[in-house]
T-cell receptor, first 112, second 118 residues
Framework: AQTVTQSQPEMSVQEAETVTLSCTYD???????LFWYKQPPSRQMILVIR??????QNATENRFSVNFQKAAKSFSLKISDSQLGDAAMYFC?????????FGTGTSLTVIP | EPEVTQTPSHQVTQMGQEVILRCVPI?????FYWYRQILGQKVEFLVS????????KSEIFDDQFSVERPDGSNFTLKIRSTKLEDSAMYFC????????????????FGQGTRLTVV
């Protein structure tokens, strides 16, 4: 079974500042995808960003970017210019087949 | 924008009763999933479904659980005899089928059904 570790159960960031959420995972696959999902208090899971493991270039999506280190099996999420609406639980989720493997999540608080 | 819809949003049931959680995936998607999240814990995979059969299931998905796509639009999760520990948020998700193992697409999640077993 795939293991996903998010070592920061809680993080906080000042509004407009930058924060990085860490994620490491364990897989023997060489072909896979990685996702970050956001779960606001409404509980819906919303896709934030995704990364193809075969691509060396880190994915970016507006204020969100990743630092993907394939050899280290590390997939961190950077949120720039943090906004109050970014406050949520963030889940790292690799997908190596027909399912997503979720980490335990990082609860992000944005301080006005 | 197309979305996955789940009903009901909250279901309360007595222990031992059967429950059916309903999901309407996005219409052109062909992979369907159920996940659950016990309060305060991580999201856990239950089952994936493709071409009218289960593709993968976890150890959580025992004989008490079943899934069905009864009419080409709904995707249901049935729990035959609920236990207290089945109380959780249940998420349905869908993704379009792609070549290979369907890796390179995100799953679209519904807003979840909160199941409370009393």
């Amino acid at each position: 079974a795939q293991t996903v570790t998010q070592s920061q159960p809680e993080m906080s960031v000042q509004e407009a500042e930058t924060v990085t959420l860490s994620c490491t995972y364990d897989t023997s696959e060489s072909d896979y995808y990685l996702f970050w999902y956001k779960q606001p208090p409404s509980r819906q899971m919303i896709l934030v960003i995704r990364q193809e493991a075969y691509k060396q270039q880190n994915a970016t999506e507006n204020r969100f970017s990743v630092n993907f280190q394939k050899a280290a099996k590390s997939f961190s999420l950077k949120i720039s210019d943090s906004q109050l609406g970014d406050a949520a639980m963030y889940f790292c989720a690799p997908n190596t087949g027909n399912q997503f493997y979720f980490g335990t999540g990082t609860s992000l608080t944005v301080i006005p | 924008e197309p979305e996955v819809t789940q009903t009901p949003s909250h279901q309360v049931t007595q222990m031992g009763q059967e429950v059916i959680l309903r999901c309407v995936p996005i219409s052109n998607h062909l992979y369907f999933y159920w996940y659950r999240q016990i309060l305060g814990q991580k999201v856990e995979f239950l089952v994936s479904f493709y071409n009218n059969e289960i593709s993968e299931k976890s150890e959580i998905f025992d004989d008490q659980f079943s899934v069905e796509r009864p009419d080409g639009s709904n995707f249901t999760l049935k729990i035959r005899s609920t236990k207290l520990e089945d109380s959780a948020m249940y998420f349905c998700a869908s993704s379009p089928v792609l070549s290979g193992r369907g890796l390179n697409t995100e799953a679209f999640f519904g807003q979840g059904t909160r199941l409370t077993v009393v």
